[in-house]
């Protein structure tokens, strides 16, 4: 008993200012994030691998094995390979399955019968921040996915990919901005999806803007078709890719780097926006 | 005072407007054990949620130790710990980290979170489960966890929200002695229940909430002796005809405070004073004779009978 007189007089939370009380909330969300994450390590190894192994695989390694394989390349008149168009969209695409799979998903449960989201939102820091903070786990989640992507990219085609960054801030911008904007964008879905609705997200969300996010193809590559040109600038992920694809892959065609650095601002800006107000609606009665 | 309520509203706008809180004006004194009771429906979650910064307020304020949960919701958690209806552990972190990162949140050093982890897993009889996933654990064991991690931070307020729903026997008690420890440690302690005797075991003062309004706010004692009535006989009659006449005869005499009709017979509530004693019972069964008495069961006075007079019988929800 003389032990709990000790522990119970301090109150450590009493000390520090309001900034500080946050910041601290903030660093322990995260903590728990990433003690959860380090736990499940094996799940979020294949979730990151799978899709860009299986991906270059059967379209940079059989296809090509394959006769007539080489008129798979839609860019083959732009002189590449498959390989270095897939470079960049197959991280693109790492950085938004990882935005829905880190958040949305997750989210769907907390939201769902389980209600755990309720012990988080308890924290003593202001609700939109526990959002934010989904958002900021999500983007360490996607940086790392795209990350993965490289080797793979490098070691599985059976023709070479060819890489170059001319401007590494520029790269880092892109993948910063596409992460966060990912983890936004999973934020949104998780939060205006009912929970039991959520498993409907991949065919209605995620398959049409991956398909249609200039992820197997660069975007100029669409010219011969400009309705759909221009249609898909709505899709953020076409934002990610091009960006991704300049960064990385120059010698492609690819948008101009104010318009994809604007864009993704723009798109980061909206979900960013719409995700709190859905988080807020449904966590505060 | 430690919890203060003023002017408490709550509509819920939707296809249907529902008035869910309608006026609520409360305070509660520091390290009481403060009890809502009330039906399904009543209002009682709901204040709870406001209070608690989990829902926004029509009208109205709440301050909890002098904070504004609207305004400053973020300073006002950290005087708040909540227990709510639901179990709300975090499925992914064992009971060991359940409370750990709960004082992390709060701004405890890593050091203190271990040490204030491992005194609450001492408190509450948890030790030996620090490594159960909160899906292992059984209902009541999950509460107890619940408790422990919502007292993790200091708070100098408890809410719980139907603490006991769905316990068994043996775990509620276990819930009420921990809860009763609580007090001991200077916790003010707000709880909703719609179980009499948790109130009256529990509390030192409840409030009757029905149709988001409080109908009356006192001590379980002074509510029990409040509302006249003493003890209840409700008698089975063969004669169902003779109802009236017999009410009727009941009204006029002494020692009665009220009796109305139930669908096998009559209920009498005996007043207190003069006439409600012991005499009354031979008095009653004489009178009832004539009307064929078939049955009569006599209930002690509780705040069942003073929640149900003030409450009605209809089924809610």
Known sequence: MSESAV?????????????????????????????????????????????????????????????????????????????????????????????????????????????????????????????????????????????????????????????????????????????ITAGALGLTIGTTVEPKQIGLIFGVVVMPITFLGCVYYPWRALAPIPWLQMGVLINPIVYMSEGLRSALTPTLPHMPHAMILGMLTFFLILLTWLGIRGFLRRVIG | MIVEIEGLRKVYQGRQQVVAVDGIDLAIQPGALFGFLGPNGAGKTTTISICTTRALPTAGRVRIAGIDVVQSPAQARRSIGVVPQYNTLDRACTIYENIHFHCLYFGFSRADAKKRTEHLLAQFHLTERASAYPQQLSGGLAQRVQIARAIAHYPKVLFL???????????????????????????????????????????????IIDHGKILIEDTPAALKNSIGAQRVYELDLRDLQGIP???????????????????KGVRIFAGGGAGGGEGLLSDVVSAANPYGLRDLTITEPSLETVFIRLTGRELRE
Request: hydrophobic share 55%; with cysteine; glycine share 6%.
């Open chain 1, 7 to 179: 522990i119970a007089t301090p109150a450590p939370a009493a000390s520090g200012s309001i900034r500080m009380q946050y910041a601290r909330a903030f660093a322990g969300l995260f903590l728990r994030d990433l003690h959860v994450l380090r736990r499940e390590m094996f799940p979020f190894i294949v979730r990151v691998c799978m899709n860009p192994m299986l991906f270059l695989f059967v379209f940079t390694f059989i296809m090509p094995h394959m006769n007539g394989g080489a008129s798979m390349n839609p860019t083959a008149a732009m002189g590449s390979s498959f390989g270095t168009v897939l470079l960049p969209g197959l991280m693109a695409v790492a950085i938004m399955f990882s935005g829905i799979a880190a958040v949305a998903l997750p989210l769907a449960q907390e939201f769902g019968i389980t209600r755990e989201i309720d012990d988080r939102v308890m924290c003593p820091l202001p609700v939109a921040a526990v959002a934010i903070e989904k958002i900021c786990f999500s983007a360490m989640q996607s940086v790392i996915a795209a990350i993965v992507v490289f080797p793979l990219a490098y070691y599985i085609p059976s023709t070479p990919v060819v890489a170059h960054v001319e401007s590494w801030p520029y790269l880092v911008a892109v993948v910063l901005l596409a992460s």
């Open chain 2, 161 to 207: 929200d139907e603490p006991s729903a769905g316990l068994d026997p043996q775990s509620r008690i276990a819930m009420w002695e921990a809860v009763k420890r609580l007090r001991e440690e200077g916790i003010t302690v707000v709880l909703t229940t719609h179980y009499m005797e948790e109130a009256d075991e529990l509390c030192d003062r409840v409030a």
């Open chain 2, 245 to 263: 006449a017999f009410l009727e005869q009941l009204q006029r005499r002494p020692g009665i405070a009220s009796a109305e009709a139930t669908a």
